[in-house]
């Protein structure tokens, strides 16, 4: 078994892009501790938390680093997020 640790915090928000918004937000707070990978975040239905969706694209970059823009992104992925 892994000596690695997974912190599950559970919020509820009534539909998935409210969910996806707000695990945004709260994974941008989080860039600032290093036990975090922010750009991993995924939501899951409260009555089925095996099925999941991206927050982020779920593309891995040169250097090992996730692209930090949408999952349905159009064009090339990006370290940056882009201003709406």
Avoid: K, Y
Avoid at 62 to 77: A, F, K, M, S, Y
């Amino acid at each position: 078994m892994s000596e690695r640790w997974v912190v599950h915090l559970p919020v509820v928000v009534n539909d998935l892009l409210a969910a996806q918004r707000l695990a945004r937000v709260v994974a941008h707070w989080t860039r600032v501790l290093p036990q975090t990978e922010p750009w991993g975040t995924t939501v899951s239905p409260e009555d089925d938390q095996n099925v999941r969706h991206w927050v982020f694209c779920d593309r891995i970059m040169p250097g090992g680093r996730r692209c930090q823009l949408r999952p349905d992104h159009d064009g090339e992925c990006s370290r940056r997020p882009r201003v709406r």
